[in-house]
């Protein structure tokens, strides 16, 4: 059993799921099992972003790419944080290489990136990871207007 300090990312998955024995496989069952429960939509085109962003009062999307180690880090708190807000916000993950578009239309420059929509115009968004506790800080805002 590790007894040293954790990473953000460990500390993460253990409170998610108690305890570090396949923290991994266990984090890509949850979030597997979020996106077909419709908590978190994956989205690979730049037409569904902007339908999503079109027909949503407010929208959190979280740009990542399949090689960044610090998106990984980050999904399962975006993940948690969604499923709690679920029916506030509609939540995305955009994968920035499948939808470049997207991307570069909100400014994206670097993974992992969130961005707040309200109402179709960017209203907030930070680059890096935040705890649950500060994504739903931010989000709060935008959600109880």
């Known amino acids: 059993m590790h007894r040293g300090p954790r990473s953000l990312m460990q500390r993460c998955c253990v409170a998610m799921y108690g305890d570090e024995l396949d923290?991994?496989?266990r984090m890509y069952n949850e979030i597997e099992r979020l996106r077909k429960e419709g908590v978190v939509e994956y989205v690979t085109s730049y037409d569904r972003f902007r339908e999503i962003?079109?027909?949503n009062r407010v929208?959190?999307?979280?740009f990542t790419t399949p090689t960044c180690s610090a998106c990984i880090m980050y999904k399962p708190i975006f993940y948690m944080v969604a499923e709690k807000l679920k029916d506030k916000a509609k939540w995305i993950e955009v994968d920035a290489y499948e939808a470049p578009e997207a991307a570069f239309e909100s400014g994206v420059t670097a993974t992992p990136t969130?961005?707040?929509y309200v109402?179709?115009?960017v209203v907030d968004g930070?680059?890096?990871i935040l705890d649950d506790e500060g994504l739903m800080e931010i989000v709060k805002q935008y959600i109880e207007e």
């Not at 929208?59 to 979280?62: D, F, I, L």
């Open 114 to 116: 969130t961005i707040i």
């Open 23 to 25: 923290f991994y496989t």
């Open 119 to 121: 109402n179709g115009e």
């Open 53 to 55: 962003i079109e027909d």
């Open 126 to 128: 930070f680059v890096g």
């Open 59 to 62: 929208v959190v999307a979280m």
